[in-house]
C-alpha cells in the first residue's frame, strides 16, 4: 500500500519520502491516505539508521489538495472519526522524536500546507510555480487538518486569516517573508539544502526570527488586539457574504476557540465545525459546481482540435485588448488588427502593464514577459492573414458591419481559418449567412472584464464544425476559462435568461421601488452585485443594445409582456454606466462607487412614481424566479443541451446565487412544483409573463429531478 503513495530513498542517514502517487498526475489527499502516513511515519521513528526525513514530491506538485469526492457526510458522526485520526497523525508527526522536514516545489494547497504545518520545518523552490493556499473556504469548507490552530501560531493571526478566509495563493516569496517557509531555494538545490536543512535539526531546533511591527504584535499577540481583529474581520465578513455562507465565520470562531482556550479545544471545534459544513447545503453545492468546473477541463471534441499557432484579434479596444491579455504566454502569436493605430499602442501599454504587475509579483521574470509583448504583432492592415488560424472578431454590435468584416477578411485568410465573433445578442446564423464557409463561424461570448470572467460562451450554428467547436473549445481552456457550449439563439443562453430578471427589476423601479433596496435585497439573496450595479458595470449602452435587438422581439411576442422603456431612455440621455459615471449608481469623480447612494436623476426614466416599499421576498422572487423559469425554457428549446451548463453558465456569467449551485440545482433543492406555485401565484397578481413553462410544469407534476 506504501509502494502506492511514496517511494523512499535514504542518504546520509536522512530518509527521502517521495510524494510518488499511482495512476495520477498529481498528489492528492483522501481519508484512505490516513493510515499510509502513520504507516511510513512509524517506519522512519522505529528505523535507527535513520536520523530525519524529508517530505518532498517526485511530481511537479508537491500536493495538489484533497480528493474532494472521497470526503463525505450525510450526517452528525459520519466524519468526525476520520478529522480525530487526521489530527493524531498530525500530532505524531509534530512530536516526533526525530525531525522531518517539507521540502515543497509546485502546488501546495489544503493538506498540502497543513502537513508541512506539523513538520519541524518547511523549505521551498523560489520558483513561480511555488504556491501554497488554503482554498477549503471557497468549497464552504474550514481547513480541516489543524490549519486553524497550527498556522496563527507560526505566521500571525492576521496574516493566517487572510489566508484561510480568502483561499488566495500565497507565492514562494511571500511564503518566505509572512513566516510560512523557513528556507527559498532554487528547483535544483531543494534536495541538498532539504537534507542539510534536517541534518541541522537532529540536535538542534529551529530558531525562527520574522520581523514584526510594533502594530502587528499587538494585534496578533494581545487580547485586546486579537478581538480587534476578531471584530474587525467579522465585520467584514458579514459585509461581503451577508451571513448566506457560513464557513468564514466558522474559520474565525476555530481559530479565536483555539487562541482564548487551547489547541485541544481548537482542535476539537475544527473537527465538529468541518463536519457541520460538510453535511450542510451551502458546501454540497459549492462542491457540485467545482466537480462541474473540473469536468469542463476535458474537451469533448478533442479529436477533432485544429491547428492554433496564430490567434488574430479583429478591434483592440476594451474587449479586444482583454482576449489578447488572456492570450499571453499561451505559446500563440497574437495579432491584433485595429484601423486605428493609437487603438492598438493603447492596448499594447494596457497589456504591458499588466505583464510588469505579474514580473513584480515574480510569477513572470522580464525575459518571459518581453516575449510574450513580443509575440503580440498590432497592425492596421491585412497582410500576413493567410496565417491566422483562428480570428476573434470584438468590433460593435452591428450586424451590417460584422457581415461587411467577415466578407473582408475572407480575401486574406486561408479557407480553413475559424471565425469567431464576440458578439453578447446577435446571432451567429446571420452573420455567417454569406460567409464562403459558414462552418468555419462561430460565438465566442466573452463577459466583461475578459480577464476576470471565468465564462466562456461557445455559441454553434447549425452548420458549425467539429474542428471548429473543438479548436476554440481548446483556446477557451489555454485562456483558463470554463467554457459551456450553446446553440444560437436570440441572447444565446446568458443573456437570455438575464433579460427578464433585468426587465423586472426596472419594473419595480416603475412601480415605486428604491435602487439602493432592490439592489440590497438582491444581495442579501446571494446575488454578487444588484441588477442596478450590475447594469452600470456591463454598460447601459450594452443592455440597451440587447433590448432593442432579436432578444427584445423574441420577448414581446409572448403572452403578457411588459417591457421597461427606461433603460432604452436612459442611453439616449447619454447614459452608459460607471464607464462615464453616469448610471443608477451615485459615483465620485473618479468613478468610485458612493456607498448606499443611487443616482437620483435616474428616476426620471422611469416616470417618477411615489415610492412604494415592497416585501423583499417579493423582490426577490419576481427577479429570479423569471430567471429560472427561463433556464428551464432554454433547456426545454434546446439552447442548452444539459442543466449542468445551464447552472455553470448562470453562475459564472451573471453571478447567481452560487451557494444554491444554481437554478437546476435550486429547482431540486426546493421542488419544481414550489416554483411553479410561486409563479403561478405572481401571474395572479402581475400577469402572463410569469406563466410556467412546459417543461417545467411536467417535472413539478412528476418526482423527476434535474440531476
Known amino acids: 500500500m506504501i509502494d502506492n503513495y511514496f517511494t523512499k530513498e535514504v542518504s546520509d542517514g536522512v530518509a527521502f519520502l517521495y510524494l510518488n502517487q499511482k495512476d495520477s498526475k498529481v498528489n492528492i489527499v483522501s481519508p484512505s491516505l490516513i493510515d499510509v502516513f502513520g504507516q511510513i511515519i512509524d517506519q522512519i521513528i522505529s528505523d535507527d539508521s535513520i536520523k530525519a526525513a524529508v ?208 489547541q485541544k479545544q481548537g482542535y476539537e471545534a475544527e473537527v465538529i465545525k468541518f463536519e457541520e459544513l460538510m453535511i450542510g447545503s451551502v458546501s454540497k453545492e459549492l462542491r457540485n459546481l467545482f466537480f462541474a468546473m473540473t469536468a469542463k477541463k476535458k474537451n469533448p471534441w478533442s479529436s477533432d482540435i485544429g491547428k492554433l499557432n496564430t490567434l488574430g484579434i479583429l478591434g483592440a479596444g476594451f474587449m479586444g485588448s482583454g482576449i489578447a491579455e488572456v ?38 521574470t522580464k525575459l518571459e514577459a518581453k516575449n510574450a509583448i513580443t509575440a503580440v504583432r498590432g497592425q492596421v492592415d491585412y497582410s500576413d492573414f493567410d496565417k491566422i488560424d483562428v480570428l ?49 463561424v462561430i460565438g465566442l461570448h466573452y463577459f466583461s472584464p475578459v480577464s476576470k470572467m471565468p465564462l466562456l460562451e461557445i455559441v454553434r450554428t447549425a452548420h458549425t464544425s467539429n474542428r471548429t467547436i473543438a479548436t476554440c473549445y481548446d ?47 438582491m444581495k442579501a439573496y446571494g446575488f ?8 452600470d458595470e456591463v454598460g447601459i449602452d450594452v443592455g440597451a443594445h440587447v433590448m432593442t435587438g432579436d432578444l427584445a422581439e423574441m420577448f414581446k411576442r409572448r403572452k403578457g409582456a411588459v417591457m421597461s422603456e427606461g433603460l432604452l431612455k436612459m442611453n439616449q440621455a447619454g447614459f452608459k454606466g460607471r464607464k ?64 449542468q451548463d445551464g447552472d455553470l453558465g448562470a453562475i459564472f456569467g451573471i453571478g447567481f446565487r452560487p451557494f444554491t449551485g444554481g437554478p437546476f440545482r435550486y429547482l431540486d433543492q426546493v421542488g419544481s412544483d414550489y416554483v411553479v406555485k410561486e409563479l403561478e401565484r405572481l401571474k395572479k397578481l402581475y400577469g402572463d409573463r410569469f406563466s410556467p413553462c412546459d417543461l417545467l410544469l411536467q417535472y413539478a407534476k412528476s418526482t423527476n429531478s434535474f440531476y
Not at 215 to 226: A, E
Not at 506 to 518: A, F, N, V
Not at 528 to 535: H, S, T
Not at 591 to 612: C, H, M, Q, T
Open 55 to 262: 517530505f518532498i514530491s517526485a511530481k511537479k506538485d508537491f500536493i495538489a489538495g484533497a480528493d474532494i469526492q472521497s470526503f463525505k457526510a450525510e450526517e452528525v458522526g459520519d466524519f468526525q472519526p476520520i478529522s480525530r485520526k487526521g489530527h493524531l497523525l498530525l500530532s505524531r508527526l509534530e512530536n516526533s522524536p526525530k525531525p522531518f522536514v517539507a521540502a515543497i516545489h509546485g502546488t501546495a494547497y489544503g493538506l498540502g500546507v497543513e502537513l508541512p504545518l506539523a513538520c519541524s520545518a518547511r523549505i521551498a523552490s523560489n520558483h513561480r510555480s511555488t504556491k501554497f493556499a488554503l482554498p477549503e473556504v471557497k468549497l464552504g469548507l474550514l481547513p480541516g487538518g489543524g490549519g486553524t490552530q497550527r498556522l496563527p501560531r507560526l505566521i500571525g493571526l492576521q496574516a493566517s486569516l487572510d489566508m484561510m478566509l480568502t483561499g488566495k495563493n500565497i507565492f514562494a516569496r511571500k511564503a518566505k517573508k509572512i513566516g510560512l517557509i523557513d528556507e527559498l531555494v532554487h528547483h535544483s538545490k531543494l534536495k541538498i539544502a532539504s537534507k542539510n536543512l534536517a541534518l541541522s535539526l537532529v540536535n538542534n531546533t529551529l530558531r525562527r526570527k520574522r520581523k514584526v511591527s510594533f502594530l502587528n504584535k499587538f494585534l496578533d499577540s494581545t487580547s485586546i488586539g486579537r478581538s480587534i481583529v476578531y471584530k474587525e474581520a467579522r465585520k467584514k465578513v458579514m459585509r461581503q457574504t451577508l451571513g448566506n455562507y457560513p464557513a468564514p465565520l466558522e474559520i474565525l470562531n476555530c481559530v479565536e476557540t483555539g487562541l482564548k482556550q487551547g
Open 327 to 364: 492570450s499571453l504566454n499561451k505559446g500563440i502569436d497574437i495579432v491584433m488588427k485595429d484601423v486605428n493605430a493609437n487603438t492598438i499602442q493603447t492596448a499594447k501599454k494596457h497589456l504591458w502593464k499588466n505583464l510588469s504587475k505579474q514580473v513584480k509579483r515574480k510569477s513572470l
Open 392 to 440: 476573434v472578431e470584438a468590433v460593435f454590435e452591428d450586424m451590417e458591419m460584422k457581415q461587411k468584416i467577415l466578407a473582408e477578411v475572407e480575401q486574406y485568410t486561408n479557407d480553413d481559418f475559424i471565425f469567431a465573433t464576440n458578439t453578447s445578442a446577435l446571432s451567429i446564423e446571420e452573420i455567417g449567412k454569406y460567409a464562403k464557409h459558414p462552418e468555419n
Open 475 to 521: 483556446l477557451g481552456l489555454n485562456q483558463g476559462k470554463t467554457n459551456i457550449v450553446v446553440n444560437n439563439g436570440p441572447g444565446f443562453y446568458v443573456n437570455r435568461i438575464l433579460a427578464p430578471y433585468l426587465n423586472e427589476a426596472m419594473l419595480l423601479l416603475e412601480e415605486g421601488g428604491d435602487i439602493i433596496e432592490i439592489d440590497n435585497t
Open 528 to 535: 454578487p452585485v444588484g441588477p442596478f450595479a450590475l447594469m
Open 580 to 643: 462615464n459615471i453616469k448610471g443608477f449608481l451615485a459615483y465620485n469623480k473618479k468613478g468610485k462607487k458612493i456607498r448606499g447612494k443611487a443616482n437620483e436623476s435616474v428616476y426620471e426614466f422611469f416616470d417618477k412614481p411615489l415610492k412604494v416599499k415592497f416585501d423583499l421576498s417579493d423582490i426577490q422572487l419576481r427577479t429570479t424566479l423569471l430567471m429560472v423559469n427561463e433556464a428551464v425554457l432554454c433547456f426545454q428549446e434546446g439552447i442548452i443541451e444539459s442543466p
